[in-house]
């Protein structure tokens, strides 16, 4: 019999010929490796006719119980498929098969066994510290769900143009890696990465974060509305928002509104204010065109960008923070994680 492994996953590749039985009646592909979510598949192709063809799976299938397949006949050159679904983890499946050869003498018959050690591999994942990715940086935490050894990396600038790429193998498989990129002058934007473990198990990311600088608008004290006199910097941001919109128009991006204020007035009483603000800078843009999903939530007093005394009047701390990215923003900077969507 040919043997052949054959892949069920999109992510797991594998191609192995082994030695064919005595008799070829039949030949069968069989997916050694697979995803945990889908199902182990067993093809058997015909030589010649074959009847009353009976497959059984020992140490396989559901909770390892035997399971029976029954054929009345297969035709020469015609496949039957079968498969089962099989909890995550590495099992020995034991596969015995018998037919009935009615082209032969009357009575004859195939029979043949074999023994095989299969993985049920579970979907490969990481996350991104997210939290140490800024314009400075130029390295990236993320963990794994099992260990990798091997990295595809992008890093594209706030322009559009790459500011590094490669591939890296790891010499020692491990699931908490950093990734590091060469600097240069320009702002990371995107940071595209693909990690693969030593199955053939790949997965991807990509992480979009670009800080938007802006001139900060005024309002009336204890006001949140937006004054005629101020939209003329909305506009100016505006128009930067829909340049990075067009630079980078394959990411699917989000646009984020933090608001802050400085030390004056109660805390609780500043958060609401800063929310109320940043809810109608994120509804004038909203208006004014941006086709996005937009988030705001404001922090108050929370996180000063000038450490100042209480019911200290600083300007530097009544500002806002818009950001672009596709996923929401984690920092010491953002202590509320609930942000709102307009």
């Not at 074999?114 to 314009?135: A, C, V, W, Y």
Request: charged fraction near 25%.
């Amino acid at each position: 019999m040919k043997f052949t492994t054959a892949l069920g996953a999109i992510a797991l590749t594998f191609c192995f010929s082994l030695p064919a039985f005595a008799q070829e009646p039949l030949s069968y592909q069989l997916t050694l490796s697979h995803e945990a979510q889908s199902p182990a598949k067993l093809r058997v192709q015909a030589n010649e006719d074959l009847s009353k063809c009976q497959i059984k799976l020992s140490g396989c299938a559901k909770k390892g119980k035997p399971q029976v397949f029954n054929v009345s006949s297969i035709a020469a050159s015609e496949t039957k498929e079968f498969s089962w679904q099989q909890d995550e983890g590495i099992y020995q499946c034991k596969i015995k098969y018998r037919c009935m050869l009615p082209t032969r003498d009357k009575g004859a018959f195939f029979e043949a066994e074999s023994q095989h050690e299969m993985r049920s591999i579970g979907p490969l994942s990481f996350e991104i510290d997210t939290r140490k990715l800024n314009p400075a940086t130029a390295a990236i935490d993320f963990t794994s769900n099992r260990p990798i050894n091997e990295i595809e990396y992008l890093i594209v600038a706030e322009d559009g143009s790459e500011i590094d790429s490669g591939n890296e193998k790891l010499q020692t498989p491990q699931a908490k890696n950093t990734l590091i990129w060469a600097k240069n002058d320009k702002t990371p934007a995107l940071v595209s990465l693909k990690i693969m473990d030593g199955s053939g198990a790949w997965s991807s990311q990509q992480l979009f974060f670009l800080q938007i600088p802006h001139t900060d608008i005024v309002f009336d004290t204890a006001k949140a509305n937006i004054r005629k006199d101020q939209e003329q910097y909305l506009y100016e941001t505006r128009d930067k928002i829909l340049e990075v919109l067009n630079t980078h128009h394959k990411v699917i991006m989000d646009l984020y509104i933090a608001g802050y204020t400085d030390t004056v007035g109660k805390a609780d009483a500043n958060i609401k204010l800063s929310r109320a603000r940043a809810k109608s800078i994120a509804q004038w843009f909203k208006k004014s065109g941006i086709r996005l999903k937009i988030y705001y939530q404001g922090f108050g007093e929370k996180v000063l960008a000038v450490k100042t005394a209480d019911e200290t009047p600083e300007e530097k701390n009544r500002r806002a923070v818009y950001m672009l990215t596709n996923s929401p923003p984690e920092s010491d900077n953002f202590p509320d994680p609930n942000w709102i969507q307009l």
